[in-house]
């Protein structure tokens, strides 16, 4: 109940904070502007609505937010180590782009979308099988951790490598979210790059929507200004990993 | 309760389409000869085809896929999937609905939705009549013409084993004590068997050959002990298996009947049946065991269904009658390369299971996709189908699963497929077992969006 | 996560198979002729018959109902009931599993339980041919002979009104916007929508011809508006009307419709379609009237099934299409006692309603028994059906119905039927609505229990 | 709920007054004894188990007992009005029987099986659809009232003349509950005359056993010595009728 009324709250309350955008610059879009599509810019911020630094972002520990719809959950983590970059991928379309890098000091901080293009699933206030694996945990779904799996079918992406397939049913990596982090160490959202599955997965959870957004129209609210980021144990009540 | 003058008039209304209804008794001159040739030559009502038009029989996990992914990866291609049932009904899961863990509409989908959704024609018919010279399916709704055909049309029972032929009482165990393998009426009566059970022994077959859902007996047997359990049922599930052992996924059942269910569940391995009386529901085995039993699911082997002999591409695998004759690595048939046979019907020895079907789907879908844009398609082209699947143990208090995820990978050596980057989780008594359970319901819901939305 | 001994053990058994199927490359030996003939001529997989054998095709409330009766009547008689169907759901209360009223299992229901009770043999299967001269049906698990056959198909849709022979538009108004009055996936299209809806209207229409379940669109634009109302969905439903009233229980509808759903319903009688549009969601009136909708569930007119013609038995109704041209007394084709149309293919113009298929089964089965004792049949052997039938007016917060019930008679005079002993109960604010309520559910409950127990 | 102990209790205590059944001689079934079956005789007695009087029974009302079955309900109704006598009846299956009379000073006590023959409708603790219409209240099911109707399909009984058919669905009347009334007035039920429908009924009814009476085997319990027997408005909550 907590859980969806937050959600509610971040559908309908996303405009705390107003920053202009042209002081931020995108840095990590496919060169050719293939399969990137820019949203409005939106600022991680806590529950409580102060902007996240990227230095205090927890080392592999996955924080969501909801971008670019107030539904569509996407993850962000900071790696232990700096990203591939330069990664060359490919949708299940066959087109390809290129995944820029990680952002942040060392470029260890990624965000993706977070619902798995083999079947849609994705976090929701019940649960989540969709996160980072952390070096240490072993998983079933890959032969090292350090990677993200979601359990539901196994799917295995490589965190520091534009979420490109290691194994698995999904026939293409996740969408990423393409992040600024400004002077100020504050983190923004700005778009997204790769084949995203929102129009299936809008057509998938209608009584979900309803369920956790108040309505369906709700759910397709584009997020601005800001997109609410906790932890993925605040926002789910059961975590599930293999 | 008297009419009132309004609705005297409305009955009027009816009574006059009553009236003129009514004259049929004088007529008289109805031809008896049948019309059948000519109503059932025709086209059936569905649109032209508008380019390359592939026919898919059978609107199961793989027929569901292989339409909508087709579409996907060329939408220039007309696609036609056809279907005898009137409603989906997933086998996968069904377990969990005969013993009222889950409800109804779970496992029950909407053929209408899945065409919306995936911009193909679906046609709810049944074939009786493949002519591959002229390329055209023959329905009870009519004729359809293809370029390329999918066959995916799944088992069927394979009763030979236990009747020796004996057609009565094949009907009398198919209606008695059906198999619930195959999802519908049969997993009505199941329900039924279990929610009506006053107790004694409730009798679950496992049969030998490469049959559909390899650990679908062994969880259905937790399940029923579960439900016996939970409401205080004097019952025993006697498990009569064929094979030697639990044939997948053993140490996790296993452990769930030693632990969870040592007084309701008796394993027997290495049973094999000699005779079934269904009247005085008596099993026989082959060494003169004689098992009497108040209920059963009896569950015999499988087969290819009967369509693929009306297509002529049927032809018996090791494992079970009436498989597909195709080439395991394209899905075309031997001598027929515009007709593929997929899902439960593929004899290569996959588990025939609905996340294999799936994940197959997509590859012979691109790969349809390719075939028709002149490609030719060999082991090149292949790439191996996934298994993952989930079974329930217990649903009481919690639903909790054991699961297996497999791909396959074909070995020279040998000229075999054999299971690669296989993995298990077989524990199901701590915290994996409940994440196991959300799994198993998570993994139905995604093959669910996969195959309708 | 490493497999362990023992898993791999368990895995090398299944991989033995696959390697043993893999060898299926190498034949090439395929026959490319189709075998159909071979395998559809030869019998289906049926006991032989034990006497007098009857062949019921069709297992709606009329074909379950003569199945039933038969056996009751003299259980000599060998009967075959034969549906394509995997599983019975009722069109019958499906408006409120459409709804969300009632759960989908309150619909669904078993045919092979229905054969255990009742000690006949069900044949899930599809026919496509009917020989009237050699008493033979064609279905696609093979043949079947018949002393007496029974067609009871029901309706299917005659969409030509709209569509003027444009199959590609009959198509897409099947599947984007189905009619839901032929249980199945239409039923779960329909419940899929009303869920979804986001406001705008919604409309429904009513079709002109003796139409199946008189009152069944109008209880369903008041259930509609129900969820709407209680979910505040800024939706109306626009009922379109080619009748110039409601056709029955019209005073209940009518003060539904004005007391509890005045913002909700637009009530549009006389209304005939002239085009619709599927892709801009527009229907335009024969007056030029265009109405947008968000929206929809188009409900042509009906005809008989297809399986009329197929059996030659097919004639034009003042009423609707291709319905059975057979003695109206008798339910006996013209010049072919042998075979009987009953249910909604009946042209006599009584109520395409399960409880007058129930009520008639009954008369029609002792009929069938007597006739197979040697005994003609006549108008003297005729005894009337009977149309009880309730329609939920609301669902929320309680359920309230209203109902109607009455005979038929034949008036010599004019001769026709007409309604007799008829009563209406279409009071739905008192008691009287909540007690109707709970008597649809009853009704509905003792319907399923007379078809399977 | 209290409806569903106090069935309960009725099932399993229904041993309380031991009679000499000898003493009792029965008078109401077929001449031929066709379609008649007897049971072990069973006292009405009232909810706290005292013997009801045939003179005490309320006139018109339904009183509702189980018999000859713990699950099997019937009804007892005195009529204010002397029945028919020796009607001439037939089941379904074309068999002929004969009702001889009601029962008491002026024959007007009658008592049916409350399972409705066409569709299986009969009492429950939650609702009962099957009862006498008094005469001063109208029915949809006939011309006038008097009657017994079942308000699922409108089936009308004739409640003075062996329950024959009046009108409706039903093809066969009410089986008839033969009763003695002894020269103390107490009254007895010994057996069943005509079609009963009680194998259907248990075919039917197996999930509501295990919720009314503890289990399909408890259901189908012969009543033995007495049968509670009370009014229709204490047996079911609701009582529906046309």
């Given at each position: 109940m907590e859980r969806r009324n937050f959600l509610r709250i971040m559908a309908a309350g996303a405009t705390v904070i107003a920053v202009n955008p042209s002081l931020i610059r995108g840095n990590l879009y496919a060169a050719d502007g293939r399969l990137y599509t820019a949203y409005e810019k939106a600022q991680l911020v806590d529950a409580a609505g102060n902007p996240i630094k990227a230095s205090a972002l927890d080392s592999?520990?996955?924080?969501?937010?909801n971008y670019p719809y107030a539904s569509t959950p996407c993850m962000i983590i900071n790696l232990p180590e700096p990203t591939q970059q330069e990664v060359q991928l490919k949708s299940e379309s066959g087109e390809e782009y290129v995944w820029k890098s990680?952002?942040?000091?060392?470029?260890?901080?990624?965000?993706?979308?977070?619902?798995c293009p083999h079947q849609l699933t994705h976090p929701t206030p019940n649960d989540n099988f969709i996160q980072y694996v952390p070096k240490t945990k072993p998983?079933?779904?890959?032969?090292?951790?350090?990677i993200i799996v979601c359990s539901s079918h196994l799917s295995a992406y490589d965190a520091k490598a534009g979420a490109k397939n290691l194994r698995g049913a999904a026939t293409q990596p996740l969408a990423a979210v393409v992040l600024d982090v400004a002077a100020d160490d504050t983190i923004w959202a700005v778009g997204i790059l790769g084949s995203d599955k929102f129009q299936d997965y809008f057509?998938?959870?209608?009584?979900?929507?309803?369920?956790f957004y108040g309505g369906i129209a709700q759910a397709k609210q584009l997020v601005s200004i800001s997109a609410k980021t906790v932890k993925m144990t605040e926002y789910s009540k059961d975590i599930i990993q293999y | 309760m008297a009419l009132s003058r309004r609705d005297a008039m409305r009955f009027t209304g009816l009574a006059a389409i009553t009236a003129a209804a009514s004259g049929y008794a004088k007529s008289d001159k109805t031809a008896a000869k049948s019309t059948a040739k000519g109503v059932l030559l025709s086209p059936a009502p569905i649109p032209a085809a508008k380019g390359q038009r592939v026919v898919i029989v059978g609107a199961g996990a793989s027929g569901l896929t292989i339409?909508?992914?087709?579409?996907?990866?060329n939408p220039k291609v007309d696609v036609v999937l056809m279907d005898k049932r009137s409603v989906f009904m997933s086998g996968f899961l069904s377990n969990l609905v005969a013993t009222g863990v889950l409800p109804l509409e779970f496992i029950?989908?909407?053929?209408?939705?899945?065409?919306?959704?995936?911009?193909?024609?679906?046609?709810?018919?049944?074939?009786?009549?493949?002519?591959?010279t002229s390329k055209t399916v023959f329905t009870n709704e009519g004729t359809v013409k293809y370029d390329v055909l999918v066959l995916a049309p799944g088992i069927d029972y394979d009763y030979s084993h236990w009747t020796k032929g004996d057609v009565?009482?094949?009907?009398?165990?198919?209606?008695?004590?059906?198999?619930?393998?195959i999802a519908g009426s049969e997993t009505l009566s199941l329900k039924s068997k279990i929610e009506n059970f006053e107790g004694g022994n409730f009798v679950v077959t496992v049969p030998g050959g490469n049959y559909r859902c390899l650990p679908g007996p062994y969880e259905r047997s937790c399940l029923i002990a579960d439900y016996f359990k939970k409401n205080k049922i004097n019952g025993k599930v006697l498990v009569l298996d064929e094979n030697a052992d639990i044939t997948i996924k053993a140490a996790g059942f296993h452990s769930a009947f030693d632990n969870m269910y040592k007084d309701y569940i008796t394993y027997m391995p290495s049973t094999t049946i000699d005779s079934i009386d269904p009247y005085k529901q008596k099993i026989v085995t082959e060494f003169g065991q004689e098992i009497e039993f108040a209920d059963a699911a009896l569950y015999p082997r499988v087969r290819g269904n009967k369509l693929l002999e009306i297509a002529g591409v049927a032809k018996d695998s090791p494992a079970n009658k009436a498989e597909a004759n195709i080439d395991p690595f394209t899905y075309q048939v031997i001598g027929d390369k515009n007709v593929f046979c997929t899902g439960d019907v593929r004899p290569m020895g996959f588990s025939k299971s609905a996340n294999t079907a799936n994940t197959e789907g997509k590859i012979v879908a691109a790969n349809i996709v390719k075939y028709l844009g002149g490609?030719?398609?060999?082991?090149?082209?292949?790439?191996?189908?996934?298994?993952?699947?989930?079974?329930a143990v217990s649903a009481t208090p919690d639903l909790r699963a054991i699961s297996v995820h497999a791909e396959y990978a074909y070995n020279d050596a040998n000229k075999a497929f054999a299971f690669a980057n296989a993995g298990m989780n077989e524990k199901w008594d701590g915290s994996e077992g409940i994440d196991g359970g959300k799994g198993l319901k998570e993994w139905g819901k995604g093959l669910y969006r996969d195959l309708f939305n």
């Open positions: 592999e520990m996955t924080y969501i937010f990680g952002v942040g000091k060392n470029r260890t901080i990624v965000a993706y979308s977070a619902i998983t079933m779904a890959y032969d090292n951790s350090g057509k998938s959870f209608k009584p979900e929507f309803k369920e | 339409a909508k992914y087709i579409k996907k990866g029950t989908h909407d053929f209408l939705e899945a065409a919306r959704n995936g911009n193909y024609n679906f046609l709810q018919a049944t074939v009786h009549d493949i002519d591959r009565e009482l094949e009907t009398v165990l198919r209606t008695k004590f059906p198999a619930a393998f490609q030719e398609l060999s082991r090149k082209t292949w790439t191996s189908p996934l298994t993952v699947c989930f079974s």
